[in-house]
C-alpha cells in the first residue's frame, strides 16, 4: 500500500506543477498588454512559447488528477502522466536555455530592435530614461519630446562609464533583470517536474507492490502471511 507520506509528497508537487502552469500562462497573458519596454525584452514568439508551457504543465497536472484516482492495478495513466512529465522537461530546457541565451548578447540583440524601432518608442524610451541615442548621443537619437529637445541638448550630455546619458545601459538593465528572473523560473519549473516524475515512479511501484501481495494472498486463500 502505498504510504501516506509519498502521497501527500506526491499531492504537494503536483499543486506546484499546477502553480508553476498557471503562473507561466498568466504572466504569458498580462504580458501581452501594451508596453513599450517589456515588448522589446519579450516578442510574440516568446510569449507564445510561455503560454504554451504554460498550457502544457496545466494539462499535465489534469493528467496526474486522472491517473492518481486511478485503482492500484491501473497504472498505465501513471505511466501516461511520466511521458507527459518528460516532454514537459524538454519544453522546459528549451525554453529557458533560449532566454539564457539571448541574454549573452543584449547589448548587440537590443541594437538591432532599437534600430526598428518607431519614433514615438524611441521618443517614449529617451523621456523615460532621461538618455538620448543608443550607444551615444549621435548613435540613431530620435529629437523631439521631453528631453532630447535639441541636436545641441545632446550634445552636451555628460559621458560617464556608466552611460547613463545614452539608452543601451538603461534599456539592457532592465533586460538582464527580466530575462535573468524568467530563464531562473522556467528553470526552477524543471525541480518541480523532476520530482513529481521521481514521486510517480514510486507510487507505480508501490502500488505493484500492493498488488502482487493481494495475488499472493489470494492464492493462499486470504489468509495473509501470518
Known amino acids: 500500500m502505498v504510504s501516506r507520506a509519498l502521497m501527500a509528497s506526491w499531492a504537494v508537487l503536483d499543486v ?19 508596453n513599450v519596454l517589456m515588448n522589446m525584452v519579450l516578442s510574440n514568439a516568446d510569449l507564445t512559447a510561455g503560454t504554451i508551457l504554460g498550457v502544457s504543465l496545466v494539462v499535465t497536472f489534469v ?10 492495478h491501473v497504472i498505465f495513466p501513471l505511466e501516461i502522466l511520466n511521458w507527459a512529465l518528460l516532454i514537459d522537461s524538454i519544453g522546459i530546457v528549451v525554453i529557458g536555455t533560449f532566454v539564457w541565451f539571448y541574454t549573452l548578447r543584449q547589448r548587440a540583440n537590443f541594437y538591432d530592435l532599437w534600430k526598428v524601432a518607431s519614433r514615438e518608442d524611441k521618443l517614449f524610451l529617451q523621456d523615460m530614461f532621461k538618455c538620448c541615442g543608443y550607444f551615444n548621443g549621435t548613435d540613431l537619437p530620435e529629437i523631439g519630446g521631453a528631453f532630447c529637445t535639441s541636436v545641441e541638448a545632446i550634445a552636451a550630455l555628460p559621458v560617464d562609464e556608466a552611460e547613463t546619458s545614452f539608452c543601451v545601459s ?19 519549473y524543471m525541480a518541480i517536474v523532476i520530482c513529481l516524475f521521481l514521486a510517480t515512479l514510486c507510487v507505480i511501484k508501490k502500488r505493484q507492490e500492493a498488488e502482487r501481495f493481494k ?12
Open 170 to 188: 538603461h534599456i539592457t538593465g532592465f533586460a538582464d533583470s527580466t530575462l535573468n528572473n524568467i530563464f531562473t523560473t522556467v528553470y526552477g
Open 63 to 72: 493528467i496526474s488528477v486522472t491517473a492518481i484516482v486511478q485503482r492500484n
Open 215 to 226: 495475488r499472493i494472498d489470494a492464492k493462499r486463500g486470504g489468509k495473509g502471511f501470518v
Open 16 to 34: 506546484l506543477l499546477l502553480a508553476a502552469g498557471v503562473v507561466a500562462l498568466a504572466l504569458s497573458i498580462v504580458w501581452r498588454a501594451p
